[in-house]
């Protein structure tokens, strides 16, 4: 008998127990709730905070639209490896570091071959830029539309020892974070990486932080989203075969010396594979 009445208060119990958790239940349903947000918990906050700070989101395809439901509002592409290597990396060592040296891609650190279209907007013409110095000549005229894509892979690249030499006593040095920042897409930053690493003396890629501005300002970058974010800087090492470019990052230079930003400049222009210091 008293068995009997054990097994039954048992039953009684687990009985209770279900009701209260199905009370709860109801009423949780019942509470008003917020929007969902890709952001809720602890680690993706410090994961948009890292986003933010760094602020380097440069493709057109993602989650645009969240509210809506809709997570593209364009043809999702891949963006390459740069953001996370970049908020892993320079996170982790710019922050350690007192220069940073940044080499372009095309004609500075290898030579490759490839076009970019262009699209003139009142007429509808298109044609191709094929060197630096022409896209140089036209990329801030308004009246054109630039098509990047087919720098999307890397093609036909040969490596310019002149300055994968200093890459390599660059990556060396625990006191400097190398930067690639080229005017190519982001989509193409795991090409760059594979092209590295398949030189006849592969230039390991892992501390390397990789940028694809694909055509935009390299010295606004540099002042916008490295150098206002870290001030242990001391030395700004930049190589280029862009004239343009060059200009840009000389710019650079005098605002920050006009607001007493003690930073040391050596600005090189690669000419036909070989850096000569216009600027330091």
Known sequence: MGLSVGRYLEKLMKHLLENWRKHLNEQRDQRPRKEPTPFKSKAQKRYKKKRKQNDIYST?????NLKSGAP???????????????ENTLLENIGRATRLSIFDFDETIAFTTGVINVINKETGETFQTKSQEEFDAIKDDDRYEFDFSPLDQVNDATENPNVTSIMRER?????????VLTARAPISIDD????????????ETSDIIMIGVEGKNKGNYLANVVLSKY???????FYDDSQGNIDDMIQIKKELESIDRQIKFNIYLVKHGTPELVSG
């Open 192 to 203: 760059i990486h594979r092209t590295l690493r398949t030189f006849d003396k592969p230039i």
């Open 231 to 237: 001030d242990n800087i001391q030395e700004i090492e």
């Open 72 to 86: 593209f509002n364009t043809t999702p592409q891949r963006s390459g490896t740069d953001r996370l290597r970049f």
């Open 171 to 179: 990556l060396s040095d625990p006191d400097t974070q190398v930067m």
């Open 60 to 64: 057109v395809s993602g989650h645009k």
